[in-house]
Nanobody
Framework: QLQLVESGGGLVQPGGSLRLSCAASGFTLDYYAIGWFRQAPGKEREGVSCISRSGGSTNYADSVKGRFTISRDNAKNTMYLQMNSLKPEDTAVYYC?????????????????????WGQGTQVTVSS
């Protein structure tokens, strides 16, 4: 069965760190672009970071550059988002996604419409 399951979210103080994980089953990550997205209440889902299908390009939203790091472990079929120096404005539900299209992860802020498979999301709350 095709599944993407996020974990690692929670409550953290400003300046703290969290590491999100996304375990994939029924997929081979080598064949897909991977991406992390987030959605805050009342706002549209936005791209946070992604790696292209070829692995040749890694993109980050301007708001997270220098603070977040995307990675994947193909042997474990798992992708990660390391989040450091967290700010209250990072509060959102975070989603992992896979894209099989040629335009998946074609820009710094990847539109959700360019990705095809989605996890259920994990809540990240940054508050003192």
């Amino acid at each position: 069965q095709l599944q993407l399951v996020e974990s690692g979210g929670g409550l953290v103080q400003p300046g703290g760190s969290l590491r999100l994980s996304c375990a994939a089953s029924g997929f081979t990550l080598d064949y897909y672009a991977i991406g992390w997205f987030r959605q805050a209440p009342g706002k549209e889902r936005e791209g946070v970071s992604c790696i292209s299908r070829s692995g040749g390009s890694t993109n980050y939203a301007d708001s997270v550059k220098g603070r977040f790091t995307i990675s994947r472990d193909n042997a474990k079929n798992t992708m990660y988002l390391q989040m450091n120096s967290l700010k209250p404005e990072d509060t959102a539900v975070y989603y992992c996604a896979l894209g099989r299209r040629s335009n998946s992860c074609s820009s710094s802020v990847s539109p959700p419409a360019t990705f095809d498979y989605w996890g259920q999301g994990t809540q990240v709350t940054v508050s003192s």
